[in-house]
């Protein structure tokens, strides 16, 4: 029998873009969750799901999307960036879960600055947990010198990630998904508000009631813990104060060429 007609709900993956605080939210659902785990970012060619990427981005499409449609057949639970593949991959995957009958966790920002200065932080400084970050800070207290920043690529780095964000706000509306979108600020940044919109995610998520499986001491343990507090970097260094300024720039720009 089909894996997924043994289950009273659909299942529910997440969706999102990087820096978005994804990553600790599918880990805390992970635990959770009847699906079958296949982990974070699993289409990258040298993880779980990787040889459906692997075989669409060799040209053979349609074997792409029967592996596809075999994994999630079974009933599976992952994390997926979008901007880990290209637009026509994401195209595939989004029909694929619409086909399949698949719930949309999508994990959004707010702050998109904040997001977009997290970006520049984690790809510059060759680093992506949180306890790295700390580390970054107290090498800027100690007056470390800051790598190299090439403002040109940063500047290019907002405008790419706005195209994703347009490409992806279009492209919800020509796929069949239950979706319920969650913001960073929302979750990690609400304390006791956070505690509703968590209910609803793990019914989202097929998990029924979460006071059952995690109490409320513990939920605002993980949702504190959730703030990498990035942004606080500027006040150690122009150069990062200068990144921040090129981002807002940039983002207002693009709001400038919209209303235009």
Not at 107 to 126: G, N
Request: hydrophobic share 40%; net charge negative.
């Amino acid at each position: 029998m089909n894996a997924l007609t043994d289950r009273d709900v659909s299942p529910c993956v997440i969706l999102t873009r990087r820096r978005t605080g994804a990553s600790d939210l599918y880990h805390l659902l992970g635990n959770y969750v009847p699906w079958a785990c296949k982990g974070t970012e699993p289409f990258i060619w040298s993880r779980s799901m990787g040889e459906v990427s692997r075989q669409f981005h060799t040209g053979d499409v349609p074997r792409a999307r029967a592996m596809l449609m075999e994994f999630l057949a079974e009933g599976v639970f992952f994390k997926h960036q979008f901007e880990t593949d290209s637009f026509e991959f994401n195209q595939l995957l989004l029909s694929g879960l619409s086909e399949a009958g698949y719930r949309v966790l999508n994990v959004e920002r707010e702050c998109e600055d904040e997001r977009l200065f997290s970006l520049v932080i984690a790809t510059h400084f060759k680093t992506w947990a949180r306890e790295s970050i700390e580390s970054i800070r107290q090498r800027l207290r100690d007056q470390a010198e800051v790598p190299v920043i090439d403002f040109d690529r940063v500047r290019q780095l907002v405008r790419d990630e706005l195209a994703y964000r347009r490409w992806i706000e279009a492209e919800w509306g020509r796929h069949r998904l239950e979706r319920l979108t969650v913001t960073y600020e929302s979750f990690f940044r609400n304390g006791l508000r956070a505690l509703p919109l968590a209910d609803e995610v793990f019914a989202f998520a097929g998990l029924g009631s979460r006071a059952s499986m995690l109490d409320d001491a513990s939920l605002l343990r993980f949702l504190f813990s959730g703030e990498h507090h990035t942004l606080g970097l500027i006040q150690y260094s122009p150069v990062l104060f200068q990144v921040h300024q090129t981002i807002c720039e940039e983002l207002d720009a693009a709001r400038q060429r919209v209303a235009a």
